[in-house]
């Protein structure tokens, strides 16, 4: 999903980072891929390394990878999978009363088993307020987003009065694109009965995680969900929810100050990543050369996502650590099946 985030990080997760960066022990034992062969058809997205079993499982493992402007970077992040991956999961569990999600086990701190699912080729974006994309179409003069209308004279970083639901289609290449409700339905992309679902288990849960963030000194500005349908017919939320790669967090304690001044807002997610990438000449169009992720940003990058995830479950991070990550993963999942 706007501004970089400024703010202390914790300072025990930084000391230990900056005792381990010494060695390069975190730099190169990021993980960048798993051979998942073995389990059955195998899947690479941009982050996710995934394969399907025979008896109906998907196994997803959660890279080190990084993406921005759907480009993958070269370079890997130190523990983003690990975050991600048990963050999704924390989350999962705090809202299964909320829409069931297809979480089976998380034998591994980078891998979720779950149940094999047909996913809805939507991504349903909940805006609470405007920023990022929505701020760049608005900012153009547009006051449309998705079948939503955006008042006048609104500031970026504003509230809106309630969250925006702005749909995209999930591409398989290339960028998503915004859709509304009424195209969703005259183009038959969902059936109406289970969009109207799908539409409040959405809302429901920007609902849920607003709260959870708000108790954590957190605004959730933005965030999306994907859904699918299990094999039985149920509706199941899916892939993640609530991570600092699918979700914006601002800072509740200097926000409405910020706002006031016309300030960027100290926030938690991977924009930062994007405005430096922006601030290096790369914003993924053609002929722009990728930049080098330096290795102490690198390490930035890694100390931010702890930060989020320390903020958000109460919990001390506590690395995975392996000489070998790969062959961790890949004994924990035989372990599992």
Avoid at 40 to 59: A, L, M, N, P, Q
Avoid at 233 to 257: A, I, K, N, Q, W
Avoid at 323 to 333: K, S
């Amino acid at each position: 999903m706007t501004d970089e985030m400024d703010g202390a990080s914790n300072m025990d997760v930084e000391s230990e980072m900056e005792l381990v960066s010494e060695t390069d022990v975190v730099l190169t034992q990021c993980i960048n891929g798993v051979d998942l062969s073995e389990f059955g058809e195998v899947y690479h997205g941009k982050v996710r390394d995934s394969c399907s079993t025979e008896d109906g499982r998907y196994i997803l493992v959660v890279s080190d990878r990084i993406s921005a402007f759907d480009h993958v970077l070269r370079e890997q992040i130190p523990f983003k999978g690990q975050v991600l991956n048990q963050l999704a999961a924390f989350f999962f569990e705090r809202t299964s009363d909320i829409v069931p999600n297809h979480v089976l086990d998380v034998p591994d701190p980078n891998v979720t088993i779950a149940r094999k699912c047909a996913i809805f080729p939507v991504e349903f974006v909940v805006r609470g307020y405007l920023v990022g994309h929505a701020w760049r179409e608005y900012r153009l003069g547009k006051r449309m987003l998705c079948g939503n209308v955006m008042p006048d004279n609104m500031k970026e970083n504003e509230r809106f009065t309630e969250p925006l639901l702005t749909p995209t289609t999930k591409a398989a290449e290339g960028h998503d694109e915004d859709i509304s409700r009424d195209e969703i339905l005259q183009r038959a992309i969902i059936d109406p009965s289970i969009f109207r679902r799908l539409e409040e288990y959405a809302l429901e849960l920007f609902t849920r995680g607003t709260r959870m963030a708000a108790g954590c000194g957190l605004i959730l500005v933005d965030t999306k969900y994907e859904f699918g349908m299990a094999e039985n017919g149920e509706l199941v939320l899916v892939d993640e929810v609530h991570t600092p790669d699918s979700s914006r967090y601002f800072y509740s304690d200097t926000y409405h100050d910020l706002l006031a001044a016309g300030k960027p807002q100290r926030q938690l997610s991977k924009e930062f990543v994007r405005e430096w990438l922006m601030d290096h000449g790369f914003r993924g169009l053609e002929g722009q050369i990728m930049p080098t992720l330096p290795d102490d940003f690198r390490l930035e990058v890694s100390r931010r996502y702890i930060e989020l995830f320390e903020a958000l479950t109460a919990r001390k991070f506590e690395p995975a650590g392996h000489e070998n990550p790969e062959q961790r993963v890949l004994a924990a999942i035989r372990a599992a099946l």
